[in-house]
């Protein structure tokens, strides 16, 4: 992926310039990380998921108290994605950041629950959902467990726990760190859920168990629905990770990331790639399974 090049965004429902400010220094997404976001991929000129995407946040900003105006609705918010690739002349896969935060008011008590959105792009190399070349080479990470409550669930702009794991990979060099939540049980990776096969089925963590509700996640639970592959959702020990066949992490961006090592064990990468394949089939579906 290329860092952004894109030079518009859209500011509640209005186009401005990325290079200018409309943030105060007493917005609550930087006072208090007062906000959720979504990540959303655009393919072949297809926005991906986008009714999955939009449930998720607005059942997030039920669960914060936020108000959720009528304008929010998916067919708005996808005619202004489509407006503003192309103003910002996009031919190419396009990664959407959709962000909606409190507005500003009150110390930790708001003053309103009113909220605003913001719409950016980012222009990426890979066209299609491609599989990855090696494997990832993974670790643990141990230095903090995710607590396991509701807000666990949700993608919101308090992400320190994802930060820290993700400077605990860079530094020792890894391709991702696997979380651990409060239990010590398998939660997800820096910013993907994870997958487990064994013997032909797969396995992974339920989301009482602290993961984020991914949308790629839905998808390959959808897939494995509808392909008559047994899929478990349940408690997952650590020791999974020696156990398994095959290990693969999904988020909405990159599609699918096949595990080639952890530790001195070796993965093989079938079902990776044959959900690879089916995300690449709805990708030229006229119907995106929502």
């Not at 962000?99 to 309103?112: A, D, I, K, Q």
């Not at 913001?118 to 230095?143: A, M, Q």
């Not at 903090?144 to 949700?154: E, Y």
């Not at 699918?256 to 959900?275: D, H, L, P, S």
Request: charged share 20%.
């Amino acid at each position: 992926m290329e860092a952004a090049t894109d030079t518009f965004c859209n500011f509640n429902g209005h186009l401005i310039s990325i290079y200018e400010p409309v943030i105060s220094f007493a917005n609550r997404a930087f006072r208090y990380g007062d906000a959720l976001f979504e990540t959303i991929r655009v393919v072949n000129g297809k926005i991906m998921f986008l009714h999955d995407h939009m449930r998720r946040i607005k059942v997030g900003m039920t669960m914060l108290r936020m108000n959720v105006p009528h304008e929010l609705g998916a067919d708005a918010i996808s005619n202004l994605i489509h407006q503003l690739i192309q103003v910002n002349q996009i031919t190419s896969d396009v990664r959407i950041r959709f962000t909606v935060f409190r507005n500003e008011g009150g110390f930790y008590t708001p003053t309103s629950n009113d909220i605003s959105f913001l719409i950016e792009t980012e222009t990426l190399e890979e066209k299609g959902y491609c599989l990855n070349s090696p494997g990832y080479n993974v670790d643990v990470f141990h230095g903090i467990r995710k607590t396991k409550n509701k807000l666990a669930t949700l993608k919101s702009g308090n992400a320190l726990i994802y930060v820290l794991a993700g400077i605990y990979k860079k530094d020792i060099k890894l391709d991702d760190v696997i979380l651990l939540n409060d239990e010590g049980n398998i939660c997800e990776s820096v910013s993907s859920n994870i997958f487990f096969v064994k013997n032909g089925a797969l396995y992974t963590p339920t989301l009482d168990e602290g993961c984020v509700e991914g949308v790629m996640r839905r998808q390959i639970l959808d897939l494995a629905q509808r392909n008559r592959i047994l899929c478990y959702e349940i408690t997952i020990p650590l020791n999974t990770m020696l156990n398994s066949d095959e290990i693969f992490l999904t988020n909405a961006i990159q599609g699918i990331r096949w595990i080639g090592e952890y530790k001195t064990k070796v993965y093989q990468n079938k079902m990776a790639m044959f959900f690879t394949q089916k995300l690449n089939e709805v990708v030229t579906e006229k119907y995106v399974p929502q």
